[in-house]
């Protein structure tokens, strides 16, 4: 995924359309594959990047009323609340009704995820091991 | 005079104990693909009577505690509510129409309606209420979407 926009928030829309309560909002977002994608794929500057253009353009598809949410809740996936914490200092994020309230619900309740990348033992290395074992005996 | 309003504002709406409830009346436009989303739900919900379009004016607590002029998005406000103006929980056994039905999940009261029917064998309850910011549905309990899931708890102004 080259750009951040490219991602499909239909299922997210849903959502956000039945959705009565904000509570209700996030916990679904924090279950969406878009939200882990985007935490995963791009980095906390990128999604604030992307965050102040939202803030300054009008939306134009119904996906783009459910984005900053989305993209909110990416950011409380990072290993580092600064991105969060200033996700509440945008300009402009008044017009998102819930966006100031789901941001201080995230910030409270933040809990820093670490991503290690375990990855196993070449195999040849050990087959490698083995066959030098076995010509020892 | 003409009157101007806000395309946002807060309506005074006190519960009986004189404290004002949060609230948010929307009159902004709906919006692209709201309509859409109404008729998707309308497809995987035939049993269901699906009664308006989409509306942003008032959500389905708005529905149940405010008569449809604003929105109460807050569960905390929906529980001063319940507390305030002397709903008591009715067990299940003993729901009758007219009685409140909240899909709670971990306090959050994710969804309302009110009873409008109770369905004898297998006991039922049939319920008004508004999915969101899109239509109003007379819904049997287990026929909501499913992620407002099946924890459902009814109440009753008695006095």
Same mark, same amino acid.
């Given at each position: 995924?080259?750009?951040?926009?490219?991602?499909?928030?239909? $299922?997210?829309? !849903?959502?956000?359309?039945?959705?009565?309560?904000?509570?209700?909002?996030?916990?679904?977002?924090?279950?969406?594959?878009?939200?882990? $994608?985007?935490s995963r794929?791009?980095?906390? $500057?990128?999604?604030?990047?992307?965050?102040?253009?939202?803030?300054?353009?009008?939306?134009?598809?119904?996906?783009?009323?459910?984005?900053?949410?989305?993209?909110?809740?990416?950011?409380s996936k990072l290993p580092e609340i600064?991105?969060?914490?200033?996700?509440?200092?945008?300009? %402009?994020?008044? !017009?998102?009704?819930?966006?100031?309230?789901?941001?201080?619900?995230?910030?409270?309740?933040y809990s820093p995820v670490v991503r290690v990348e375990i990855?196993?033992?070449?195999?040849?290395?050990?087959?490698?091991?083995?066959?030098?074992? %076995?010509?020892?005996? | 005079?003409?009157?101007?309003?806000?395309?946002?504002?807060?309506?005074?709406?006190?519960?009986?104990?004189?404290?004002?409830?949060?609230?948010?009346?929307?009159?902004?436009?709906?919006?692209?693909?709201? &309509?859409? =989303?109404?008729?998707?739900?309308?497809?995987?919900?035939?049993?269901?009577?699906?009664?308006?379009?989409?509306?942003?004016?008032?959500?389905?607590?708005?529905? #149940?505690? =405010? *008569?449809?002029?604003?929105?109460?998005?807050? *569960?905390?406000?929906? =529980?001063?509510?319940?507390?305030?103006?002397?709903?008591?929980?009715?067990?299940?056994?003993?729901?009758?129409?007219?009685?409140?039905?909240?899909?709670?999940?971990?306090?959050?009261?994710?969804?309302?309606?009110?009873?409008?029917?109770?369905?004898?064998?297998?006991?039922? =309850?049939?319920?008004?209420?508004?999915?969101?910011?899109?239509? &109003?549905? #007379?819904?049997?309990?287990?026929?909501?979407?499913?992620?407002?899931?099946?924890?459902? &708890?009814?109440?009753?102004?008695?006095?």
């Amino acid at each position: 995924m080259n750009s951040i926009d490219e991602l499909d928030l239909s $299922e997210a829309f !849903k959502v956000y359309a039945i959705s009565n309560t904000p509570i209700f909002l996030l916990k679904r977002l924090r279950a969406d594959p878009a939200t882990n $994608e985007i935490s995963r794929s791009f980095s906390g $500057e990128k999604i604030l990047a992307a965050l102040n253009e939202l803030a300054g353009v009008e939306e134009k598809h119904a996906t783009d009323f459910v984005r900053p949410y989305v993209y909110l809740v990416a950011l409380s996936k990072l290993p580092e609340i600064g991105y969060l914490r200033a996700a509440g200092d945008i300009n %402009g994020v008044g !017009k998102w009704d819930w966006f100031k309230y789901i941001q201080q619900v995230l910030v409270e309740s933040y809990s820093p995820v670490v991503r290690v990348e375990i990855k196993p033992p070449r195999f040849s290395k050990y087959t490698t091991q083995f066959e030098t074992i %076995g010509e020892k005996r | 005079m003409a009157l101007v309003l806000g395309m946002k504002s807060e309506l005074k709406l006190d519960s009986r104990c004189e404290n004002q409830i949060t609230n948010v009346t929307n009159r902004c436009a709906r919006i692209p693909g709201e &309509e859409l =989303a109404v008729d998707d739900l309308a497809r995987k919900h035939p049993h269901a009577i699906h009664r308006t379009r989409s509306s942003r004016k008032y959500n389905c607590h708005g529905l #149940v505690f =405010a *008569s449809r002029r604003t929105e109460i998005w807050d *569960s905390a406000e929906v =529980a001063k509510i319940i507390l305030e103006d002397d709903y008591v929980k009715v067990p299940f056994e003993e729901v009758h129409v007219g009685d409140v039905a909240v899909y709670v999940d971990n306090g959050d009261m994710q969804h309302s309606g009110i009873v409008v029917e109770m369905a004898k064998n297998p006991k039922m =309850a049939r319920i008004l209420g508004k999915w969101g910011h899109l239509q &109003e549905v #007379v819904h049997w309990a287990n026929d909501a979407p499913p992620e407002y899931g099946m924890n459902i &708890e009814y109440y009753r102004v008695t006095s």
